[in-house]
């Protein structure tokens, strides 16, 4: 079985400062990770993968998330954050081997501030 | 094109009642989930379906719940005798032929209450 562990429930920041939000996970086996958003009122959207290879992944909306197997995490990063990021962004693995379910964390609410 | 469409957006019931809720996945999508996300939490995943079977329905909580998929496009939720802790938002996703890394794409959810 997995597990999501996602530390900060909220994260408060500035515009244009940057942001990282953490995602630990727990897995006997090799997993996939993802981010989602989630902005009010609207569907789950991917931000990015990682399935293999480099471990910086850069997805849309100019965010990137570093997988690191030693630490377990795959945590998300944004170098300068704009009003419209204010969503709630969930991290999630799906086993590498085989299994379609999405393993969520609880999610982190990020507001960004003028 | 068109995303992942769900129906009702809003459902309120009373509890002991049945209800059924709708996904219309993205044409062309062979793989559907459901998923429910309770109050501050993440989605819970609840069943997955490869075109018209439930390939994958372990996270059912109980036999209260049971979907269909019956033509491997429309799903439909189905909960029978509703109890107050069944109150979340339901979600659909849909991807392109079920293999392990691809994308789902998530509809905007049922949000049902049970009073």
């Known amino acids: 079985a997995q597990s999501v562990t996602q530390l900060d429930s909220q994260v408060p920041v500035f515009e244009e400062a940057p942001v990282e939000l953490r995602c630990n996970y727990s897995?006997?086996?090799?997993?996939?990770l993802f981010w989602y958003v989630q902005y009010p009122n609207q569907g789950l959207q991917l931000l990015l993968k990682?399935?293999?290879?480099?471990?910086l992944v850069k997805g849309i909306n100019g965010f990137e998330a570093e997988f690191n197997k030693s630490q377990t995490s795959f945590h998300l990063r944004k170098p300068s954050v704009h009003i419209s990021d204010t969503a709630e962004y969930f991290c999630?693995?799906?086993?590498?081997?085989?299994?379609?379910?999405?393993?969520f964390g609880t999610g982190t609410q990020l507001k960004v501030e003028l | 094109g068109a995303g992942v469409s769900q129906t009702p957006s809003n459902k309120v019931t009373e509890k002991g009642k049945y209800v059924e809720l709708r996904c219309d996945p993205i044409?062309?999508?062979?793989?559907l989930y459901w998923y429910r996300q309770s109050l501050g939490q993440g989605p819970e995943f609840l069943i997955y379906?490869?075109?018209?079977?439930?390939?994958?329905d372990s996270g059912l909580p109980n036999d209260r719940f049971f979907a269909v998929r019956p033509e491997g496009s429309v799903s439909t939720l189905k909960i029978q005798r509703t109890e107050r802790g069944d109150s979340a938002v339901y979600l659909c996703?849909?991807?392109?032929?079920?293999?392990?890394?691809?994308?789902?794409?998530f509809g905007p959810g049922t949000r049902l209450l049970v009073l």
């Open positions: 996703a849909s991807s392109l032929g079920g293999q392990v890394g691809e994308t789902q794409y």
């Open positions: 897995s006997s086996v090799s997993v996939y």
């Open positions: 990682y399935l293999s290879g480099s471990t």
């Open positions: 999630a693995v799906r086993p590498a081997g085989g299994g379609n379910k999405l393993t």
């Open positions: 044409s062309g999508h062979t793989a």
């Open positions: 379906f490869q075109g018209t079977g439930a390939a994958d």
